[in-house]
């Protein structure tokens, strides 16, 4: 192929916006897949993409479009839409000369749709909006143009009206590709040069590693260098992706496709990472920051007989979503596990299920919690406020986006749900990290009987001090079994008790049902007793299921 014939575009969105829906459209125009019942979502191919209605991962297709008598490649690469997988948009990104910016008829431009334009304007790419959705019977597509005029300084004339679901105005959509987006500026005659921008793990195979080629050429047999590790290795397979990998002899500069070379790990095949021929070295392409973790969580075998099955799942997940950080841990209400670093809840939640689905694995995952630095001082004279408002722009006369400093604990936990409720679905919501800031935190025990527990003791913000001590003393209530004397529950910051449960004292009589004098079923019950108290860890003199730690623990 030309390089002048080849268009490298993204699809960006808000979720829901019908990124998905347009990208099995364009499949199908182009005879990449077969026309058959709509909107199956060829491109998210993850059970949990389906089942969610999300994409995850970003995905790759080459589609051959046919345009006044040329044929055209044009290498699609659909973008998730979640704010957790905003790492993934800008990958998708850096391989791509323009972005497809679809926007909802009826919902107009979202948070995710402002987040995404600017991924897409800061590369410099050419963004042509499409407004989708127009076969609603709410559809406002000229209230959307204005939006895109005054909020992107894209003029209106510039929109594709479109329904993805009809078909409507697709074939309009490729043809602006072809017009408006340029060719990547590369040259077959250079030095091979590739970017690594995505990598997935396959057993028989090793690392898949998705490649733009931004210089030359490589074929089956090169052998290859990554620039991060400088590790060498022989090209055993490469070729497109239509989706479906489409083996071939060679790619060239232009091209996206994907590699195998016998990389063992994804380690091996970084995102951002620079390919190049052995011996012939070439400037490393701008790589991208590597996705940093928000939010984290521990994550248990249910028994830790099923440790190593867990340990191999995880690892197994991990090598296909190289955004997770993982760290072993072991808690001693728990046992042996993991600390694992997410991008955000929805991330966590991803991975949660993916393990569960495709790996499974039963979990004990445990409250998220966030990143803390600790600085020691005197007084911190802070005046503390949890969320700083800092501006507000008026998109239309019925839409307003606001920025605020918000402390990332405050986001993680049921923030989105409850903005969701609040505002009946019409608010949406995106963030990026703002750097560490002074807050007043403090660490808080949980006592039985006067002695700590601690595996439970926690980090809370001062506010959220009392709140957050009488919900878990009310849990571990809840979840220690009446022993023969009372016991008392405390929330504790230093030696202030902020909060008290109290379980009452009971005296569990297992031989109470035995009437007559069966001997055996006696002994079988002082067994099963015994067995029972073997579970529990000892407190003081207080006895703790291990359950109990898990109720007080885990998330909701
Ligand atoms: P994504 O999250 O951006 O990938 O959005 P999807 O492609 O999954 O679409 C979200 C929902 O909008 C699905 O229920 C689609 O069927 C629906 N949808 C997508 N395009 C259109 C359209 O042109 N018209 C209508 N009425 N619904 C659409
Ligand atoms: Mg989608």
Redesign the pocket.
């Known amino acids: 192929f030309a390089v002048d014939k080849i268009r490298n575009f993204s699809i960006i969105?808000h979720?829901?916006?019908?990124?998905?829906?347009l990208a099995d459209r364009l499949l199908e125009i182009t005879g990449a897949i077969v026309k058959t019942d709509r909107?199956k979502?060829v491109l998210d191919k993850l059970q949990v993409e389906r089942e969610r209605?999300?994409?995850v991962k970003a995905q790759t297709a080459s589609l051959f479009y046919r345009h006044r008598g040329q044929t055209y490649l044009l290498n699609l690469i659909d973008t998730p839409?979640h704010v957790d997988f905003s790492y993934e948009v800008s990958r998708s990104i850096s391989a791509c000369q323009g972005v497809l910016l679809?926007v909802d008829a009826n919902q107009g431009i979202q948070a995710q749709t402002v987040a995404n334009f600017y991924l897409a304007f800061e590369a410099q790419l050419t963004i042509i909006p499409v407004i989708?959705?127009i076969?609603?019977k709410n559809a406002d597509p000229e209230r959307v143009e204005s939006q895109i005029e005054k909020v992107f300084d894209i003029p209106r004339e510039e929109c594709i009206r479109i329904?993805?679901?009809?078909g409507t105005n697709v074939d309009q959509v490729l043809q602006e590709v072809v017009k408006r987006i340029p060719h990547p500026a590369v040259s077959k005659a250079d030095a091979f040069r590739a970017l690594v921008f995505d990598s997935t793990f396959d057993h028989y195979r090793g690392v898949v590693a998705n490649i733009a080629l931004f210089g030359g050429q490589v074929a089956k047999g090169d052998k290859i260098v990554s620039a991060h590790l400088g590790k060498t290795y022989e090209v055993n397979e490469l070729g497109i992706l239509t989706p479906d990998e489409h083996p071939r002899d060679r790619l060239y500069a232009g091209q996206v496709g994907y590699v195998v070379a016998g990389m063992k790990e994804v380690k091996e095949a970084q995102v951002g990472d620079t390919l190049y021929h052995q011996n012939k070295p070439v400037e490393a392409l701008p790589g991208f920051k590597p996705a940093k973790a928000m939010v984290f969580a521990g994550m248990y075998p249910m028994d830790q007989s099923e440790y190593s099955g867990l340990r191999s799942a995880v690892e197994k997940l991990t090598l296909n979503d190289s955004s997770v950080t993982v760290q072993r841990d072991s808690s001693l209400a728990l046992g042996a596990g993991w600390r694992l670093g997410f991008l955000g809840l929805l991330h966590m939640e991803v991975f949660n299920q993916r393990l569960e689905q495709e790996y499974n694995a039963s979990v004990i995952v445990t409250s998220p919690t966030v990143p803390y630095k600790a600085v020691l001082c005197s007084a911190k004279l802070m005046k503390n406020r949890r969320a700083v408002q800092k501006n507000m722009v008026y998109i239309d006369d019925q839409r307003v986006m606001m920025k605020y400093l918000f402390p990332l604990n405050e986001v993680v936990v049921d923030f989105y749900d409850q903005l969701k409720s609040l505002s009946s679905g019409y608010a949406s919501f995106d963030y990026e990290d703002a750097g560490y800031q002074p807050a007043d935190l403090i660490k808080m025990d949980f006592l039985l009987n006067g002695r700590p527990v601690e595996e439970l003791t926690t980090i809370v913000h001062k506010d959220r001090a009392y709140s957050t001590g009488k919900f878990m003393c009310e849990r571990l209530k809840d979840s220690i079994p009446r022993q023969m004397f009372e016991i008392a529950v405390q929330a504790a910051i230093g030696s202030k008790i902020i909060a008290r449960e109290t379980i009452k004292a009971y005296r569990k009589n297992v031989l109470a049902k035995c009437y007559g004098g069966d001997v055996t079923r006696k002994m079988k019950l002082l067994k099963k007793q015994a067995e029972g108290k073997k579970k529990m860890r000892r407190i003081g003199n207080v006895d703790v299921p291990k359950d109990a730690f898990i109720n007080v623990l885990k998330r909701k």
């Open positions: 969105a979720i829901d916006h019908g990124k998905s829906t909107n979502q209605g999300i994409t839409g679809v989708n959705k076969d609603l329904s993805a679901k009809l």
